[in-house]
């Protein structure tokens, strides 16, 4: 049950768009369309932003957009906006358990 | 509206143990598979343990297996961690999460364990 590999940090001015990768494995990311997004501001309970890789949960902005090429999974935030800015994770079923990402910090410069 | 409330969290000395409760209402909890999940003091999430909406089947991480137990009461809308032979290494908030489409939807704002001597 390895966490999943994202870049520790990623950074963006208003307005641009960031990419955030989630690499895992063939058991994981690579077997099921069952990828999640949680965006975690300092202090709060995680967000649900994307479910089944690229799904949004009602209320949440469509410039968050999420997508899958293999063993990696990508979220894109596009239209950069100051609230934004937290820590991003990603997750995946792994067959009877969860795995979550490392974890990304956005920051909007 | 829906809302889950995690209690029970608090210092604990090595190798002893403490059950987290989680309070849900605002969704028919017996239907619904819930999570627990941590967050070591300036770390990631790390997923822990699910239930089935009828407590029949229940799934760990590696990390807890045989140590913690995961369980709920359908009649008191309310899930529990039991965690025994607790590490330093255990030392988190712990969240508990109602499950959605192979994610969790909703979060409640956890619960810190400590465990130091």
């Known amino acids: 049950q390895s966490a999943l590999t994202q870049p520790p940090s990623a950074s963006g001015s208003p307005g641009q768009s960031v990419t955030i990768s989630c690499t895992g494995t063939?058991?994981?990311?690579?077997?099921?369309?069952?990828v999640s997004w949680y965006q975690q501001h300092p202090g709060k309970a995680p967000k649900l932003m994307i479910y089944?890789?690229?799904k949004r949960p009602s209320g949440v902005p469509d410039r968050f957009s999420g997508s899958k090429s293999g063993n990696t999974a990508s979220l894109t935030v596009s239209g950069l906006q100051a609230e934004d800015e937290a820590d991003y994770y990603c997750?995946?079923?792994?067959?009877?358990?969860?795995?979550f990402g490392t974890g990304t910090k956005v920051t909007v410069l | 509206q829906v809302q889950v409330v995690e209690s029970g969290g608090g210092v604990v000395q090595p190798g002893r143990s403490l059950r987290l409760s989680c309070a849900a209402s605002g969704f028919t909890f017996s239907n619904y598979v819930m999570h627990w999940v941590r967050q070591a003091p300036g770390k990631g999430l790390e997923w822990v343990a699910l239930?089935?909406?009828?407590?029949?089947?229940?799934n760990y991480a590696d990390s807890v297996k045989g140590r913690f137990t995961i369980s709920r009461d359908n009649s008191k809308n309310t899930l529990y961690l039991q965690m025994n032979s607790l590490t330093v290494d255990d030392t988190a908030v712990y969240y508990c999460?109602?499950?959605?489409?192979?994610?969790?939807?909703?979060w409640g704002q956890g619960t810190l364990v400590t465990v130091s001597s």
């Open positions: 063939n058991s994981d990311v690579g077997g099921y369309n069952y």
């Open positions: 997750s995946s079923y792994a067959g009877s358990n969860y795995v």
């Open positions: 999460a109602k499950h959605f489409r192979w994610s969790s939807d909703y």
């Open positions: 239930i089935s909406y009828d407590g029949s089947n229940k």
């Open positions: 089944e890789v690229s």
